[in-house]
């Protein structure tokens, strides 16, 4: 889920049931059914580290967190077969005939998935198609949910997932801030979209 490796979750193909002391993620509990190697076999993990992400990445037992601890550096960890399979491709058309049944805040200018602000993503609850150049998630695309809704949430919280196991890449790094903190910018993400 998260990369911290002070423990051990697996032991011969089967779930030890450890807690993590990071995420509070419990092994043959919350990754249970994944599959490495392939998008739908590692989509709920991204969806955890996303709904974790989202909300601070704070430690299930504090007096864990190491001083330097760096929540990029750890997601590093996580063997790539369970972090990086890319999502599918998405089909714009469909996405486009979806959106009235999604909701909006209105006019927004924070990115739902990364927290960027700045661009003006949704205007007067229509997507303006804008690429954040942070994660990469494009508005009314990348970014459909109802509000507050957990299941429908569940796309933008795996996205978010996804680009942190990455390392949180910037999709145009002449635009990163420098001393960019990946936490501080999540959390701009309204509550609504978490």
């Known amino acids: 889920m998260c990369g911290w490796n002070h423990a051990t979750f697996w032991e011969d193909g089967w779930p030890t049931s450890a807690v993590c002391d990071c995420c509070g993620s419990e092994s043959g509990i919350g990754d249970m059914g994944a599959k490495s190697g ?8 991204h969806d955890f580290r996303g709904w974790w992400i989202g909300h601070g990445a704070q430690w299930w037992r504090p007096h864990s967190r190491p ?57 007067g609850g229509v997507p303006t198609e804008t690429v954040c150049p942070s994660c990469g998630g494009e508005s009314g695309i990348d970014d459909l949910a109802r509000p507050g809704d957990w299941e429908t949430l569940r796309a933008i919280r795996t996205r978010r997932g996804y680009w942190a196991g990455l390392g949180a890449p910037w999709t145009d790094a002449t635009v990163r801030p420098a001393g960019w903190n990946v936490l501080e910018q999540l959390g701009a993400v309204p509550p609504a979209w978490r």
């Open 38 to 45: 392939s998008w739908d076999g590692v989509r709920g993990l």
């Open 67 to 123: 001083r330097d601890w760096e929540v990029l550096q750890q997601v590093t960890n996580i063997p790539a077969p369970w972090r990086t399979p890319p999502p599918p491709l998405v089909d714009r058309e469909q996405r486009a005939l979806e959106r009235g049944s999604y909701g909006s805040l209105g006019t927004e200018t924070v990115c739902r998935i990364c927290g960027l602000a700045g661009p003006c993503f949704w205007r």
